[in-house]
């Protein structure tokens, strides 16, 4: 299974925020959206970077509340590492894993097409694992 599987069942929609937003303001918005992570970017098609839940928890860890009015440039994890939708869920699992991320945008030329989230992947894993056990079963049964 690809990633071009999983955002053909979650759909393509990538939240962005400028790098100038405030901590404060990415926060609501996170809790609003009920989402982990936003995609940081100029034009809300080149990558500058991600900023999560984790990113925010460590920065009020590092400045206190003078936090919330930096601007999540500040914060944001720069260098982000990406895939592309042919990228195997087996890969993005391992990219994950190493690095440590539970958010893994999805691009196409350099432009977002999507986002992954470790929930997407264990979603999708689960659900091929069930249509495995079915197809396992129909084939004793038969027999």
């Excluded at 839940?53 to 003078?66: H, K, P, Q, S």
């Amino acid at each position: 299974m690809t990633v071009a599987a999983i955002l053909k069942s979650k759909g393509d929609r990538v939240a962005t925020t400028p790098p100038d937003t405030t901590v404060e303001t990415v926060a609501h918005r996170l809790r609003i959206e009920g989402i982990g992570a936003l995609v940081v970017s100029e034009d809300g098609q080149r990558v500058a970077g991600i900023i999560s839940e984790r990113d925010i928890v460590r920065g009020l860890a590092e400045y206190g509340a003078d936090l919330l009015s930096m601007p999540v440039s500040v914060l944001m994890t720069a260098g982000v590492t990406t895939c592309v939708p042919e990228t195997t869920v087996n890969q993005v699992m391992g990219h994950m894993t190493r690095g440590r991320m539970r958010h893994l945008p999805v691009t196409v030329d350099g432009r977002l097409a999507g986002i992954v989230s470790i929930g997407d992947v264990v979603k999708h894993r689960l659900d091929e694992m069930e249509t495995e056990v079915q197809h396992l079963r129909d084939y004793i049964t038969a027999h």
